[in-house]
């Protein structure tokens, strides 16, 4: 027990006959060698702390700036997809508007399947002697019957075999003019017939 | 992270400078260096921190010189003051807090030392032991000096334009790298011996505080000796004489060990020339056997079934001095009565009556540098 106490109890085993004040100035050599060396030491951590860092806000820019790279990508990639979203949605709307045009289209068909027919009807239908046609159309439902009498009574007569047929509900006599042409007189006529 | 240390001991007539670098428990020797002081500095060397200018002027000159010519490091460098000029106090204090524990020595040294303590330049070291309560006491060491001696020393070496890192002792030294190789198992009581080229030194340690020490001047056992049996009856009657006045009027437990260290550490002879006359076992404390051990370890660290030690620190040479020091090493030579030097014979065998130490022998020099080497061990 106490061989092992005796060995933690340093000797000392040294002198120094120096004059105090070298003695002196050498403690404070050391002194200002010992303060230098944590000085140099202490810049040391800094520096390497400062490289460490910077190395840091290196890597952390690298990253924010490839991570803003994805989002351009991802933006990029977002109105891509918004573009065709949009365009899916313009075609259904496409698809539905010609949808839309086509059974007017076909409604139109119809309609004037159901015109020709009418016109026919009309072709077909006898007319008086004095008169004849020069034009039949149709504009917004309605046709216009252009065409040419020597009387007034055969445009009269005409008139009233139309609305004995009951194809129309109203007939109107929008205009009528006398025409002379190589020394024959004649007029002609319009008629507004509604369905 | 590795840090490079210089020592120099400048020792009467010698300068001795290594340089190393610790580099985690690794010590890498990278250069060292022994040279001699020209003549005009040796007159002052001696008594170097009471000089005239002009002394101290030559040494500076021959350390920038050194550092020059050898590209020493100027980093952390490390010195001692001679150990005429430093005054050593024992005591003992119970453990208190660092602080208060600066405080009590200070009152200790202003008690024992002869000089007012703004005259004195101190430090300490210090043990801890355990005492009979089964709290511990310190063990101090103070170690005193006058403030002039130890400014002289800084502005010699300023003029060398070097900025002193610590002056020690060279006890410390020899105390710190006995610590380092031995640590808590060099023994309760035991004696260091360092030969040096014109001096020895005798430490005494207790409880491993140094309990004694005493320089022996100016004794030149290269010179002044015949032979290794001679300078082994010196050295011997040295030690005898030393631990004689050291237990007069003292009952206390015989000393263990000698350790010993410098310029015949290596030599068997020697060492069994001064344990049969102090019948003391003698061990030796050598650059060279550090250098040896740490190869064993590393060889150990190899083999897989004895890698259970723990990391001891180890001590290298590095790759270009390894390179020189094996270049460079010369073959052991004889000195004889006469003192002539001739070369070994073939067979290789050193004869009894030699004295192996040769100046120029890079291995030779580092076994004279551990007390400089011992500033830098531990640092």
């Given at each position: 027990m106490a061989k092992s106490l005796l060995k933690n109890k340093k000797n000392k085993t040294r002198i120094n006959l120096l004059p105090l004040s070298d003695k002196q100035?050498?403690?404070?050599?050391n002194k200002a060698i010992f303060y230098l060396i944590v000085l140099i030491c202490y810049i040391f951590i800094l520096a390497g702390y400062d490289y460490l860092i910077y190395n840091d806000i290196n890597?952390?820019?690298?990253?924010?700036?490839?991570?803003?790279?994805?989002?351009?990508?991802?933006?990029?990639?977002?109105?891509?997809?918004?573009t065709i979203h949009k365009a899916v949605l313009n075609k259904e709307k496409i698809e539905t508007s010609l949808k839309n045009d086509s059974s007017i289209v076909n409604s139109l068909k119809s309609l004037k399947t159901k015109e020709y027919k009418k016109f026919i009807e009309i072709i077909k239908f006898p007319m008086p002697k004095d008169i004849w046609l020069n034009s039949l159309s149709s504009n917004n439902g309605n046709f216009l019957i252009n065409g040419n009498?020597?009387?007034?009574?055969?445009?009269?007569?005409?008139?009233?075999n139309l609305k004995k047929m009951k194809i129309f509900k109203k007939i109107y006599l929008s205009g009528i003019e006398k025409k002379i042409?190589?020394?024959?007189?004649?007029?002609?006529?319009?008629?507004?017939?509604?369905? | 992270m590795s840090k490079t240390f210089t020592a120099i001991i400048i020792d009467y007539n010698y300068i001795k400078i290594i340089e190393a670098v610790k580099k985690n428990k690794t010590y890498i020797i990278n250069n060292f260096s022994l040279d001699r002081l020209n003549q005009n500095s040796i007159n002052n060397t001696t008594n170097y921190a009471n000089s005239k200018n002009?002394?101290?002027?030559?040494?500076?000159?021959?350390?920038?010189?050194?550092?020059?010519?050898k590209q020493f490091s100027k980093k952390n460098v490390f010195t001692v003051l001679n150990d005429d000029y430093i005054n050593t106090y024992n005591f003992s204090l119970p453990e208190i807090p660092e602080p208060d524990l600066s405080k009590a020595i200070e009152y200790e040294v202003k008690k024992k030392s002869p000089f007012p303590i703004s005259q004195i330049v101190y430090d300490y070291i210090y043990v801890y032991q355990p005492n009979e309560d089964g709290r511990y006491n310190l063990l101090i060491t103070a170690y005193t000096a006058k403030k002039e001696y130890s400014e002289q020393l800084v502005n010699l070496f300023a003029g060398a334009e070097i900025k002193l890192k610590s002056i020690e002792s060279k006890t410390i030294g020899l105390y710190n790298a006995n610590l380092f190789i031995y640590g808590n198992k060099a023994g309760l009581h035991y004696l260091i011996i360092d030969v040096n080229l014109?001096?020895?030194?005798?430490?005494?340690?207790?409880?491993?505080?140094?309990?004694?020490?005493?320089?022996i001047e100016e004794i030149n056992i290269i010179q002044n000796t015949k032979n290794i049996n001679e300078a082994g009856e010196i050295i011997g009657a040295e030690i005898q004489k030393t631990v004689d006045f050291y237990y007069a009027g003292k009952s206390i437990e015989p000393i263990e060990k000698i350790y010993l260290s410098g310029v015949y550490s290596s030599s068997g002879m020697l060492k069994n020339i001064i344990s049969n006359l102090t019948n003391i076992s003698v061990e030796t404390m050598s650059i060279i056997e550090l250098l040896n051990n740490s190869t064993d370890d590393n060889d150990k660290k190899t083999d897989k079934n004895k890698n259970n030690d723990k990391a001891k620190p180890l001590i290298k040479l590095s790759s270009k001095l390894n390179k020189k020091i094996y270049k460079k090493k010369l073959p052991a030579k004889n000195i004889y009565n006469t003192g002539d030097v001739i070369d070994i014979e073939t067979d290789n065998q050193i004869l009894s009556n030699s004295i192996p130490y040769d100046e120029n022998n890079l291995f030779d020099i580092l076994d004279v540098m551990l007390p400089a080497f011992g500033l830098i061990l531990g640092k």
């Amino acid at each position: 027990m106490a061989k092992s106490l005796l060995k933690n109890k340093k000797n000392k085993t040294r002198i120094n006959l120096l004059p105090l004040s070298d003695k002196q100035n050498i403690a404070k050599r050391n002194k200002a060698i010992f303060y230098l060396i944590v000085l140099i030491c202490y810049i040391f951590i800094l520096a390497g702390y400062d490289y460490l860092i910077y190395n840091d806000i290196n890597n952390k820019r690298v990253v924010i700036f490839n991570l803003n790279q994805k989002l351009e990508i991802i933006k990029n990639n977002n109105i891509i997809y918004t573009t065709i979203h949009k365009a899916v949605l313009n075609k259904e709307k496409i698809e539905t508007s010609l949808k839309n045009d086509s059974s007017i289209v076909n409604s139109l068909k119809s309609l004037k399947t159901k015109e020709y027919k009418k016109f026919i009807e009309i072709i077909k239908f006898p007319m008086p002697k004095d008169i004849w046609l020069n034009s039949l159309s149709s504009n917004n439902g309605n046709f216009l019957i252009n065409g040419n009498s020597i009387s007034f009574s055969g445009i009269s007569v005409y008139i009233k075999n139309l609305k004995k047929m009951k194809i129309f509900k109203k007939i109107y006599l929008s205009g009528i003019e006398k025409k002379i042409k190589k020394g024959n007189n004649y007029y002609t006529f319009n008629l507004e017939c509604k369905f | 992270m590795s840090k490079t240390f210089t020592a120099i001991i400048i020792d009467y007539n010698y300068i001795k400078i290594i340089e190393a670098v610790k580099k985690n428990k690794t010590y890498i020797i990278n250069n060292f260096s022994l040279d001699r002081l020209n003549q005009n500095s040796i007159n002052n060397t001696t008594n170097y921190a009471n000089s005239k200018n002009i002394g101290q002027d030559l040494i500076t000159e021959e350390i920038k010189k050194i550092f020059g010519l050898k590209q020493f490091s100027k980093k952390n460098v490390f010195t001692v003051l001679n150990d005429d000029y430093i005054n050593t106090y024992n005591f003992s204090l119970p453990e208190i807090p660092e602080p208060d524990l600066s405080k009590a020595i200070e009152y200790e040294v202003k008690k024992k030392s002869p000089f007012p303590i703004s005259q004195i330049v101190y430090d300490y070291i210090y043990v801890y032991q355990p005492n009979e309560d089964g709290r511990y006491n310190l063990l101090i060491t103070a170690y005193t000096a006058k403030k002039e001696y130890s400014e002289q020393l800084v502005n010699l070496f300023a003029g060398a334009e070097i900025k002193l890192k610590s002056i020690e002792s060279k006890t410390i030294g020899l105390y710190n790298a006995n610590l380092f190789i031995y640590g808590n198992k060099a023994g309760l009581h035991y004696l260091i011996i360092d030969v040096n080229l014109i001096s020895i030194k005798i430490i005494i340690i207790y409880k491993n505080t140094i309990i004694f020490e005493r320089n022996i001047e100016e004794i030149n056992i290269i010179q002044n000796t015949k032979n290794i049996n001679e300078a082994g009856e010196i050295i011997g009657a040295e030690i005898q004489k030393t631990v004689d006045f050291y237990y007069a009027g003292k009952s206390i437990e015989p000393i263990e060990k000698i350790y010993l260290s410098g310029v015949y550490s290596s030599s068997g002879m020697l060492k069994n020339i001064i344990s049969n006359l102090t019948n003391i076992s003698v061990e030796t404390m050598s650059i060279i056997e550090l250098l040896n051990n740490s190869t064993d370890d590393n060889d150990k660290k190899t083999d897989k079934n004895k890698n259970n030690d723990k990391a001891k620190p180890l001590i290298k040479l590095s790759s270009k001095l390894n390179k020189k020091i094996y270049k460079k090493k010369l073959p052991a030579k004889n000195i004889y009565n006469t003192g002539d030097v001739i070369d070994i014979e073939t067979d290789n065998q050193i004869l009894s009556n030699s004295i192996p130490y040769d100046e120029n022998n890079l291995f030779d020099i580092l076994d004279v540098m551990l007390p400089a080497f011992g500033l830098i061990l531990g640092k």
